[in-house]
């Protein structure tokens, strides 16, 4: 069961899951963008992340040239299918990577460099929660070749699995911040990552509960033995991880006191100080 | 072929995306060099004026390091949404060869510069050194594995065919180191030099012409004088072997280059005219007699093929071919003739003296990326109607989208380069556009730059200091 087409989904789904995760909060800091105070706050939320969003991008590169590499004709079928929200997210992305350049170099301008940047997250995040959504609905196809149309990928869940993302990717960033920042910057980012948290924890609800109906594989998949096994470790995880993030956001919560927070990442903080 | 069919549009979207990024690598592959020599040659001659004009670029190379990264993801997922039958067809063998540009290269270059954006002053001296010369052998690494790709694409060897039709590796050694490989990356890299070679060299006549004292700006203006004098003769010869190479395997680009219609013994030169892909003639050619035989094939009256010897469907438009490759040839020789006069110049003893020869630095400083330009598009024209060349059409290549689709994303392409990259362009400019000082800080403390994210030790120390502020 282990050979190599085995061994290059799994590198694949790594990059994709290392991708969420890290470049996810530089994403959500750019979708919660809007909700801080100008200059200072927007200052302080970009630098957390100014000298990191590169190298969580390149998990991006890794994983689409994987899928080319390795599985050529799934990535022949894919992107066109995907063709509209891919064009969408590569443009978000260059506006988000460029407004790390240049925001800081312009006073005047730098209002239209904090739209860039929050504009490019939100549409980069959106049109990859659009792409997952119409990938998991699935795509016609003919031959070798994808034989929709192009707007094929737009329905209500792809739409609602793009707000998913969105919201998701909002509490990697809120956390985030929790994490890297003090003061009322952090203060008003425990009450975003309360707000993303609930929103998140509906969406996964409202989109696990619609996919067996969306087609009928997904109920083999998930609610027939053997399969259940591996599919039921997941909403365990997540009701795990909403126990453990409920606890940590109150016993952080009372002690938000700058300098008193106990360092979560040795690793990381050892340079922090 | 319709004007607006949805083949034209994808070839006209790759031709835009791709002419936007090669600009940054030819800049940066240079300039990361360029960066390495300063460093060393502060380490070992301890002169602060090399560590000055290291800082000076540094700043530039940053912001043309990242605009180069953003443009080449782009590229990356362009061989899908418009070029899915050829990532189908070709995917098995180009797959893990920019796989591997991914892996060595961008990691490399990636994780190196941040430390030698950031790190002069907590990894010390000679491992910050280590990690510049690094990022330019990343820079470089970069350029062997997409050049090998591109000439795959060329003159491909190596490979077989399977069931579906894809092109599967047989041979790893030939498909990397295919017949026209190591011509286009020695010719490309020198490019690169040449390139930065002159943006070097005219940002330093720029302020020279405002103050010729300026140490930094003389250093600047001598180097890039001396690369021009050394490099832009042996780019000459490359370029000769380069084209040998190509009418050994692409017979038909080399017939199109030179506006050749008819097979004949004793091909002229022609120096212009205008190439009529209807007429089938080269118009108002003005032409020296034998010397096309003589270039080509070392003798006067060597046999070279025109274009005739192949069916319309199967000739590049040599309209395009023919002038593109003028035009490189036009600006290697103004290259020729900078470095020869700055020869001259410093055998007066006197070369910072001329203020034509400033002025003419300062008119050359774009010439690296206009003969870029131009020099890719001949090869990349020239060997059309193929993306394979001989073996798999550009007409077959394309994904089965409608043209309205590609038609929108390429306004949108065009609208996001121009706005962004024009940004970034007079970014740049602004930077060069400040006098260099021997005192020329490092980058910004505390102004939080891009750069690559994964050496998180000195990341997050710039993020700490940020917070303590």
Known sequence: ?273 | MEPFDALTLARLQFAFTISFHIIFPAFTIGLASYLAVLEGLWLITGRAVFLAVFNYWKKIFAISFGMGVVSGIVMSYQFGTNWSVFADKTGPILGPLLGYEVMSAFFLEAGFLGVMLFGMDRVGKGLHCFATVMVAGGTLLSAFWILAANSWMQTPTGYASNAAGQFVPADWWAVIFNPSFPYRLVHMVLAAYLTTAFVVGGVGALHLLADRRNESARLMFSMAMWMAALVAPLQVVAGDLHGLNTLQHQPAKIAAMEGHWETRAGQPLILFGWPSMAAETTRYAVELPKLGSLILTHDVNGTVKGLKAWPPQERPNATIVFWSFRIMVGVGVLMLLAGAWSLLQRYRRQLIGSTALLRFAVLMSPAGFIAVLAGWITTEVGRQPYTVYGLLRTAQSHSPIDAAAVGASLLAFIAVYLAAFGAGAFYMLRLMLQAPQLDEPDIEKGLPQRAAGITPASALADVAAARQK
């Open chain 1, 1 to 273: 069961m282990i050979d190599l087409p085995f061994i290059w989904a799994a590198l694949i789904a790594f990059a994709v899951l290392a991708y969420v995760l890290f470049d996810g909060f530089d994403l959500g800091i750019g979708i919660l963008f809007p909700c801080f105070a100008a200059e200072r706050e927007r200052d302080q939320a970009m630098t957390s992340v100014a000298p990191v969003w590169d190298g969580n991008e390149t998990w991006l590169v890794l994983g689409g040239g994987g899928l080319m590499a390795a599985f050529p004709l799934a990535y022949a079928v894919a992107l066109p299918a995907l063709y509209a929200p891919i064009t969408a997210m590569l443009l978000g992305l260059i506006f988000r990577g460029v407004a790390f350049e240049f925001r800081f170099r312009s006073t005047r301008r730098k209002f239209l460099w904090d739209w860039a940047f929050a504009g490019g997250s939100t549409l980069a995040a959106f049109a990859q929660g659009i792409a997952l959504g119409a990938l998991v609905q699935g795509v016609p196809v003919e031959g070798r070749a994808y034989a929709g149309g192009w707007w094929d990928w737009l329905t209500w869940f792809s739409l609602l699995t793009g707000v998913a993302l969105l919201i998701g990717y909002g509490l990697l960033g809120a956390t985030w911040l929790i994490w890297k920042t003090s003061g009322a910057l952090q203060q008003k980012a425990f009450s975003l990552a309360f707000s993303t948290g609930v929103g998140t924890l509906a969406l996964i609800a409202l989109v696990s509960l619609i996919m067996p109906f969306l087609d009928p594989i997904f109920r083999q998949r998930w609610f027939t033995w053997p399969n259940i096994a591996y599919a039921a470790p997941v909403p365990i995880l997540v009701a795990i991880s909403l126990r453990a993030y409920l606890g940590s956001r109150q016993a952080l919560g009372t002690r938000a006191v700058p300098g008193r927070r106990r360092p979560l990442c040795p690793l990381l903080c050892r340079a922090r100080h």
